[in-house]
T-cell receptor
Framework: GNSVTQMEGPVTLSEEAFLTINCTYT??????LFWYVQYPGEGLQLLLKATKADDKGSNKGFEATYRKETTSFHLEKGSVQVSDSAVYFCALGGTSYGKLTFGQGTILTVHP | GAVVSQHPSWVICKSGTSVKIECRSLDFQATTMFWYRQFPKQSLMLMATSNEGSKATYEQGVEKDKFLINHASLTLSTLTVTSAHPEDSSFYIC???????????????FGPGTRLTVT
């Protein structure tokens, strides 16, 4: 079956530091890949997505590239802000109608 | 756009009672809605998929008689936790997918969640 594995958290960074959150997946077929963000007290929001190999999704300074050869979709940001503190979920979809498979989530805390 | 609301945002109920949680898509029609359960510091576990006007499809291990799902319209789905027990205490999240001709877009819009505490 499908599965998504994210790097263990929590991740704690200082403002303006570089961020990487690793995500690897196992899937049959050709999935779409997503990063969702959950800010404290709020629901999940789609951060970015990529629908095919070598696509790069980007939004709000975050980027992730769909790497089929390494089955990865790592999230990166060059300079994090305190407001980026949230839980980040990597997710996979596209192999079973409408269903998303989520990773375990990574808590990011950014200090001033 | 693409706002999904849930009501209530939190609820406390006594063991043995039933609780209904509403999920509404406010500015779009959702042919498909999903219900998830999120445990503390853990990921979202898909409970069921509901399509407007048809029976929900439950994931393996989810008791359909305990977690009743109704998707009565293109903007409303409800989850009723029947005969709730303390182990049902959790964070319940719904999501809605806008209708797309020809198949799923896999873009789900999530509600803010409902915290259920069963005492």
């Amino acid at each position: 079956g499908n599965s998504v594995t994210q790097m263990e958290g929590p991740v704690t960074l200082s403002e303006e530091a570089f961020l990487t959150i690793n995500c690897t997946y196992t899937a049959t077929g050709y999935p779409s890949l997503f990063w969702y963000v959950q800010y404290p007290g709020e629901g999940l929001q789609l951060l970015l997505k990529a629908t095919k190999a070598d696509d790069k999704g980007s939004n709000k300074g975050f980027e992730a590239t769909y790497r089929k050869e390494t089955t990865s979709f790592h999230l990166e940001k060059g300079s994090v802000q305190v407001s980026d503190s949230a839980v980040y979920f990597c997710a996979l979809g596209g192999t079973s109608y409408g269903k998303l498979t989520f990773g375990q989530g990574t808590i990011l805390t950014v200090h001033p | 756009g693409a706002v999904v609301s849930q009501h209530p945002s939190w609820v406390i109920c006594k063991s043995g009672t039933s609780v209904k949680i509403e999920c509404r898509s406010l500015d779009f029609q959702a042919t498909t809605m999903f219900w998830y359960r999120q445990f503390p510091k853990q990921s979202l576990m898909l409970m069921a998929t509901s399509n407007e006007g048809s029976k929900a499809t439950y994931e393996q291990g989810v008791e359909k008689d305990k977690f009743l799902i109704n998707h009565a319209s293109l903007t409303l789905s409800t989850l009723t936790v029947t005969s709730a027990h303390p182990e049902d205490s959790s964070f319940y999240i719904c999501s809605a997918e806008p209708g797309l001709a020809g198949g799923s877009s896999y873009e789900q819009y999530f509600g803010p969640g409902t915290r259920l505490t069963v005492t």
